[in-house]
């Protein structure tokens, strides 16, 4: 058995079958991260064709450059710098002509693969140091579980390029291109130079100081730049929420505008068929009139009027919008009519705990939401209630979204945060007598 195991990890060094593997997964990780050009090419076919190719090469060339190259070598096996050079270029070439998507973006990836598999190469160089004083079988068999190791970790490193993927509608400059690939380009290039040819050795630690000194003030624009990728977000997210405050204003400046309307010409038919009523002394009908119609317009008048006329608006909005779903609503608002507070901040964070409630409520047999906004020491508190038949905070603590779709989704929740803490206000949720409840404060200067 242990001779079968040596020969079979003869042939597996001799044919180079580890490189083959290795260019079979970079053709793998590319496939799934670019499409094809041509409908004709599937999956298989080009993992195994272009794997094909290597395999030729490697074995057509591998004894003309170990034997050309001898003087410059440090041992006389296939050298290390073959393998790299023969996989950036094949992969290179063949992702170029058969898959799509951006070169550069291509050779990243290849770079990347090449560079991870190269660095742990030399992580595991004290077990190699150890070949010629270890007993054969014993090398032969961890060798192998460090290259089923590697393999792990490749499949870790694709996961983290499917999961984070080079954008190609996005083009980088020149400066950034240069500053992603010179990191695993100066690696590559100083490792493997070092590792076979003699000349290049002895100077292999300075050299990797070197680099890595360079490398340095690169970390540091990358973390700026990612810091100022972050604030500009933050930034557009700051001016989309003050734009769907000022369209919510403009929209309620319009509405009420209509309403006015409306109300002016329903209040001049009614004037004018009360009087009609009058001349003709039909005060039954009149009293029917008044009772049914006129009354009942009255109670549909029985809007939220605090004073705040922002406030107003969001409030009799929602709790319209409430009403379509048969939620029964109760309302209690006691603040002052002018308030140094950010309607922006205000409008968002209201507009996004009612829609949640109400949200919530859809869900309910007898649902029915209570909103109590107040002032008291400085500050604006804004307590809303919603029944709901289980507690959510034991089974969801964090209030992520339950929908599939949690990119377009679940947003409101994680907008409600930032605005709290954008307006220096506190943030509570707490279950209460069968009712979620969300409590805000948010000073007014």
Request: charged share 15%; aromatic share 14%.
């Amino acid at each position: 058995m242990a001779d079968l195991f040596q020969s079979i990890y003869y042939y597996f060094r001799l044919l180079g079958i580890e490189g083959i593997l290795h260019f079979a997964y970079l053709s793998y990780v590319l496939w799934i991260l670019c499409t094809p050009k041509k409908v004709s090419i599937n999956k298989p076919l080009y993992i195994l064709g272009s794997t094909a190719i290597f395999a030729a090469f490697q074995w057509i060339f591998s004894f003309v450059i170990q034997y050309s190259f001898d003087m410059f070598l440090s041992h006389s096996s296939l050298p290390y710098w073959f393998n790299f050079v023969l996989t950036f270029t094949l992969a290179t070439i063949l992702s170029g002509i058969l898959l799509s998507g951006s070169i550069i973006y291509k050779i990243t990836y290849i770079l990347f693969f090449q560079t991870f598999i190269l660095l742990f190469k030399v992580s595991m160089s004290p077990l190699y140091l150890l070949e010629a004083s270890m007993p054969a079988l014993k090398y032969e068999a961890l060798d192998i579980v460090a290259i089923i190791v590697l393999l792990l970790l490749l499949y870790l490193l694709t996961l983290l390029f499917k999961r984070h993927r080079l954008h190609s509608t996005i083009t980088l400059s020149n400066k950034s291109m240069f500053f992603a690939l010179y990191f695993p380009l100066s690696i590559l290039i100083c490792y493997t130079l070092s590792s076979n040819i003699r000349l290049v050795h002895q100077y292999s630690e300075p050299l990797t100081a070197f680099i890595i000194l360079s490398i340095l003030p690169m970390v540091y624009y990358i973390l700026c730049t990612i810091l100022d990728s972050y604030e500009e977000q933050r930034l557009s997210s700051e001016a989309l929420m003050q734009t769907k405050a000022q369209l919510a204003r403009y929209r309620f400046s319009i509405e009420l505008e209509d309403r006015i309307k409306k109300e002016r010409h329903e209040l001049k038919n009614n004037y004018f068929y009360i009087q009609t009523l009058l001349k003709e002394k039909k005060y039954d009908v009149l009293d029917e009139y008044l009772n049914n119609v006129v009354g009942e317009k009255l109670l549909s008048l029985n809007e939220i009027n605090s004073g705040n006329s922002l406030m107003d608006y969001i409030l009799n909005r929602k709790v319209a919008q409430a009403h379509k779903y048969n939620i029964k609503t109760y309302v209690e608002v006691l603040v002052p009519q002018q308030m140094n507070i950010s309607e922006d901040l205000l409008c968002t964070i209201l507009l996004n705990l009612l829609d949640n409630a109400i949200e919530a409520s859809q869900r309910e047999d007898n649902p029915d939401i209570q909103i109590n906004i107040s002032y008291a020491q400085s500050y604006l508190v804004a307590i809303i209630k919603n029944k709901t038949s289980s507690n959510v905070l034991e089974t969801n603590p964090e209030l992520l979204t339950t929908k599939s779709d949690s990119t377009n989704h679940g947003q409101g929740m994680k907008i409600i945060r930032q605005s709290v803490h954008r307006a220096n206000g506190i943030l509570k949720f707490s279950y209460e007598n069968g009712y979620f409840v969300a409590s805000v404060m948010l000073p007014i200067n």
